[in-house]
């Protein structure tokens, strides 16, 4: 069990070099199997984990590079622990929804090595180690948007790739620089961020840092403006690719900012809350906006989750607990409805070789089953109460609501404008009369597509009703990163206060 990360990290790696040797026929079965064991390994390690403590569990340390260093350093705390259940959970799902396409084996392969780079990414505490899963991540990407995608797939997988590499050349600056600093006043190399975290330094590095990780952070999220990459690509990409898009892939960087940014740079953090704040509310409200003027179905919910990318930096620049604990949680609600709002639109496409929603109209009565549960996503994405959707965006609202309260008003209006287009994309594709002939013999999902949406349902539901097994580990975590950067901070306590940041009401009376 020492080394249960170990095997979580590279179990995906090896099943997609034995998928190469399996029979074309099986390797469906065997690709679902292999994404099943890694679930269940991921549950494992939620079985084992103690929600009361803060600290790196399954803390694992391996010299690799000695000489520069460089080790393979691995371990969990609230915040990670549930991005790799979230990137297990939606690899299996998507598995079980993926519909026959050419060169399935190579798809399968891509799908698992990802799967390898996503929880490499989240177990990760050598910052060497996090930078080469985070960047191996884009070569499986890129490969299934230009080799599976439609329409202009090679446009959309280059323009992806240099947007995303160039954002993270920036990032590995930062890190290089700040492990020079690290030496220069220690005389130890290192690349070991829970050894980073002990290490202060000047206000004017920090922002300097910041500015350099957070673009790479941000390009991945995507902040505005670096956005424009995402609908394409979410335009082109196969269902699968834009569900481990959407799902996981999208939060790396959001995770990034909550692993690196905040505990690095405390101060820098703070000062630059007002500026992501802002931006926050520009994702917020212009992409909601872009969102209700589209006409294609997967470009709606390409924009929806800009919008709701928005509420998650928010989240996380309230930089207090329940701001950051309801960012990482939305984080996870995000990533279960847009797949799965991804897959039933990858339904459709399969079915008519289209997203527009001209197209369509009155396929309620013909496809009763697959209208219902596409209306209830609609809705848990538009924050319905009794969802995981509106846990994470009420908590991500309410934290934000004490560091700026009109701000926060304006950041509201995402559950009123995510009503609005949701109801709207709605009303034309399912309401009405059949009038195209081809939408009369459409049929109703199938049992492989219940398979795999109903069990997204059930999560939506259970952790919209009942979410404490998963907020409890991430409040842990989150009261203790922001005591953790109050303590580290070179700013005095009563500014602090002041600013209203880093400090939750218990702790003003220190």
């Not at 280059?158 to 590499?165: E, L, Q």
């Not at 953090?269 to 926050?280: E, H, L, Q, R, T």
């Not at 309230?318 to 309801?326: K, S, T, V």
């Amino acid at each position: 069990m020492d080394h249960i990360l170990s095997i979580l990290i590279f179990f995906p790696l090896l099943a997609a070099l034995v998928g190469f040797g399996i029979p074309k026929d099986r390797i469906r079965g065997y690709a679902i199997a292999a994404a099943a064991v890694e679930l269940t390994l991921s549950l494992l390690v939620w079985f084992m984990f103690n929600p009361a403590d803060p600290t790196m569990q399954f803390y694992v340390s391996v010299p690799l590079i000695e000489s520069f260093g460089v080790s393979y350093t691995v371990g969990v705390d609230g915040f990670s622990l549930f991005m790799i259940l979230l990137s297990a959970f939606i690899t299996l799902i998507a598995l079980i929804a993926l519909g026959e396409t050419e060169r399935l084996k190579n798809l399968v392969a891509s799908i698992l090595i990802l799967e390898m780079t996503m929880i490499g990414v989240f177990a990760a505490l050598d910052a060497i180690v996090f930078y080469f899963f985070w960047e191996f991540s884009l070569v499986p990407m890129l490969y299934i948007i230009g080799a599976w995608g439609s329409g202009n797939r090679i446009y959309a997988a280059v323009k992806f790739f240099i947007y995303t590499f160039s954002g993270s050349l920036l990032l590995l600056l930062a890190i290089l620089y700040f492990a020079w600093l690290y030496y220069q006043q220690t005389g130890v190399l290192t690349f070991n961020i829970i050894q980073w975290f002990m290490f202060r330094i000047g206000f004017e590095h920090q922002l300097w840092l910041f500015v350099a990780m957070g673009i790479g952070f941000a390009v991945k999220v995507p902040v505005f403006p670096f956005h424009t990459w995402l609908p394409y690509a979410h335009g082109q990409a196969p269902t699968i690719g834009s569900v481990l898009l959407a799902a996981v892939l999208l939060k790396m960087g959001t995770y990034g900012f909550v692993r690196f940014s905040l505990p690095l740079f405390p101060d820098a953090s703070v000062y630059f809350a007002p500026f992501m704040g802002a931006i926050g509310i520009i994702m917020v409200i212009y992409a909601a906006m872009v969102a209700f003027a589209q006409k294609d179905i997967k470009q709606i919910i390409a924009y929806s989750s800009i919008s709701h990318m928005g509420v998650i930096i928010l989240g996380t620049f309230a930089l207090n607990a329940e701001g950051i604990g309801g960012s990482v949680f939305f984080m996870l609600s995000h990533g279960i409805i847009s797949g799965a709002l991804f897959m039933l639109v990858g339904v459709i496409y399969d079915r008519r070789h289209t997203k527009l929603m001209s197209e369509f109209g009155g396929i309620a009565s013909v496809m009763p089953i697959y209208a219902a549960i596409f209306m209830f996503m609609a809705m848990a994405s538009a924050g319905l109460p009794l969802t995981m959707g509106f846990v994470g965006e009420f908590l991500s609202l309410l934290g934000y609501f004490r560091a700026s309260p009109i701000m926060a008003l304006l950041a509201g209006t995402s559950i009123i404008l995510g009503a609005v287009y949701m109801l709207n994309l709605y009303r034309k594709t399912f309401y009405g009369e059949v009038t195209i002939e081809a939408n009369k013999t459409l049929s109703d999902l199938n049992k492989r597509e219940l398979a795999a949406l109903i069990p997204l349902v059930l999560v939506v539901i259970w952790l919209g009703v009942y979410p404490k097994p998963v907020l409890e580990p991430i409040d842990t975590s989150s009261k203790n990163l922001v005591t953790f950067m109050a303590d580290k901070s070179l700013l005095s306590r009563d500014t602090l206060d002041r600013l209203r940041y880093l400090t939750t009401p218990g702790e003003r009376g220190r």
